[in-house]
């Protein structure tokens, strides 16, 4: 990352704009971080990033929700990373690049590469640039270095308070009742009521006589289920519908409730194995709650830590909504 004189970023404040060296490009100039530069260029393609990320993970009002949150905070995020980055290039110490070396190898090995050509290719067919790519993995790594040697280094989760919190929260660490199930289903929407109650009627009968509910389930049932003989899975309790799960229930293994009616049909449902609710043991849960305390605390730290760091930078926003721009 280059490093401007004082007298470029003097002008940078009161322009709010640089001729690039060597081009006849103006470069809009978003915020000033110490010596650095965020330029209206290097948002778009933050944005244009995210917003990739995102609409390949999610759909709809999920992604509607996400990307404003995003849209929001990019440039604080921005201007986070890079006040990260120049206090990790000052620190003795960090230099990641063997780590990025190493990652480098495995990410090859894992996806069956045997060079940095095939995995540049790689890259490249999805239109990433193998350079830019590399240098974004080696300033996230110096990151992250910073931030445990400033931050979670330093996090010290006391045994008493593990215990204590498992003592007060056991609603927490108490497993659900989980129930396996097999079902036949019919559809009220493929034929009129008679054909339904007749087939029904041949459903009882045969499981009467003993037949195997799976086998049947595989002739007569009208939903996903029949392809594995009517098994449904594993559901623990809150996850069935509330009518289906009363009647689970009073089951015991083995057996069937009576046919149940929902809003597109009919369910006969066999109880299978039965997993009661039971509270974890101290030892079962201990990870569990270290882990919310670790992550509680150097969060908090992680806060106090970047308040300190922008307190003693300067930091000047020149667009303010660099969003309008795109």
């Known amino acids: 990352m280059k490093k401007r004189s004082a007298i470029l970023i003097f002008l940078l404040v009161f322009s709010g704009a640089v001729c690039l060296f060597g081009q006849d490009v103006i470069e809009e100039i978003v915020a000033i971080v110490n010596d650095d530069i965020i330029t209206l260029s290097q948002f778009k393609a933050e944005h244009e990033d995210f917003y990739q990320a995102l609409s390949a993970q999610f759909k709809g009002e999920e992604f509607d929700k996400r990307y404003a949150a995003m849209k929001e905070n990019l440039l604080e995020k921005m201007i986070t990373d890079l006040l990260l980055l120049q206090e ?4 003795d110490g960090i230099n990641p690049d063997e780590q990025l070396r190493l990652w480098l190898e495995n990410l090859k090995k894992e996806n069956n ?3 940095d050509a095939e995995l540049i290719r790689a890259l490249q067919q999805q239109g990433i640039d193998f350079e830019e790519w590399k240098k974004k993995m080696r300033e996230n790594m110096m990151r992250e270095a910073l931030i445990y040697s400033e931050v979670r280094g330093n996090v010290v989760v006391d045994d008493s308070d593990t215990v204590n919190y ?3 929260h056991p609603e927490e660490f108490t497993e659900l009742p989980e129930y396996k199930l097999r079902a036949i289903y019919l559809s009220a929407e493929e034929g009129n009521e008679e054909e339904v109650e007749a087939k029904k009627r041949e459903i009882n009968e045969k499981i ?3 037949e195997d509910m799976g086998s049947i389930a595989g002739e007569y049932s009208e939903g996903p289920e029949k392809d594995n003989q009517g098994e449904l ?8 519908e509330k009518d289906l799960e009363q009647a689970v229930e009073k089951l015991k293994v083995g057996e069937m409730t009576p046919w ?3 809003r597109t049909g009919w369910f006969l449902l066999k109880l299978e194995e039965k997993k009661e609710s039971r509270l974890k043991s101290f030892e079962e849960a201990r990870r569990e709650i270290e ?3 670790f992550n509680e605390k150097s969060q908090k730290k992680l ?5 300190e760091l922008k307190e003693k930078s300067l930091i000047k926003i020149l667009i303010p909504n660099p969003l309008d721009y795109i």
């Open 303 to 307: 806060e106090e830590f970047l308040k």
């Open 260 to 262: 149940l009616k929902v």
């Open 291 to 293: 882990e919310k305390f």
């Open 88 to 91: 990790a290039e000052k620190m």
């Open 208 to 210: 009467s006589s003993g």
């Open 166 to 168: 498992y003592k007060l």
């Open 113 to 115: 590469l045997n060079s």
């Open 233 to 240: 899975g594993r559901f623990k309790k809150g996850e069935l």
